[in-house]
C-alpha cells in the first residue's frame, strides 16, 4: 500500500501551481494516525517524488533488467532454503534468521547503532535483517555486509527525525 505524507497529499511535492496547504500541525496529526504497531509491519518505506510527465522517469534500470535482478535472487533463495520448507527471506525467523541473515562485523555494528538511535522495536529489527539478507541476494551476495544493512536501514526510516 502506499499513503501520502499529508493530508492534501503535496507535501515534499510542491509545484508552483500545486502548494502544499497543510498547517505543520496538520501534518504531524497526519502522520501519527499511523501508529507506531502498524508502522512496524511496514518493510519499505520509500518516497516516491512526482513525475513530471507520463513516462518521464529517470534513466534508471529498465523493467526487464529489473525482472532479472529478482529473477536472481529468488533463485538464491530456492537454493538457500530447498531442503528447509523456507521459500523466501521473509519467511526466516529466530535461529534461521540469525543463521542465514549473519552480519559481518561492521554491520552488526551499524545495526546496533540504528537500533539504539532510532529506537526500533525488536520488529523492526527482525524486519531490517530479512531486508538486507534480500538486498545482499539482489546484489549477489552470499554474505550480509554493512552496505546492505544501510540500505535496509533507508527504508525504514523516512519520517524519523534522526539521519542514519
Not at 559481518?104 to 546496533?112: D, G, I, K, Q, V
Request: charged fraction near 25%.
Amino acid at each position: 500500500g502506499f499513503t501520502n505524507r499529508c493530508p492534501c497529499g503535496y507535501y515534499g511535492a510542491e509545484t508552483e501551481d500545486r502548494p502544499c496547504t497543510c498547517s505543520s500541525l496538520a501534518v504531524s496529526r497526519y502522520r501519527a494516525r499511523m501508529s507506531g504497531p502498524l508502522a512496524d509491519r511496514i518493510d519499505l518505506q520509500v518516497e516516491m517524488p512526482r513525475q513530471s510527465a507520463p513516462g518521464s522517469a529517470g534513466s534508471g534500470m529498465s523493467s526487464a533488467e529489473a525482472k532479472a535482478l529478482v529473477a536472481e535472487a529468488s533463485e538464491r533463495q530456492r537454493f538457500r532454503y530447498r531442503d528447509s520448507g523456507i521459500r523466501w527471506n521473509s519467511e526466516l525467523s529466530g535461529r534461521r534468521l540469525a543463521e542465514h541473515a549473519k552480519l559481518a562485523p561492521a554491520a552488526e555494528a551499524l545495526l546496533a547503532s540504528a537500533y539504539a538511535r532510532l529506537g526500533l522495536s525488536f520488529r523492526a529489527h527482525d524486519r531490517i535483517l530479512k531486508l538486507a539478507r534480500t538486498i545482499a541476494d539482489l546484489s549477489g551476495s552470499d554474505g550480509v555486509g554493512e552496505e546492505h544493512v544501510a540500505e535496509a536501514v533507508q527504508y525504514r526510516c523516512l519520517d524519523t527525525a534522526v539521519p542514519v
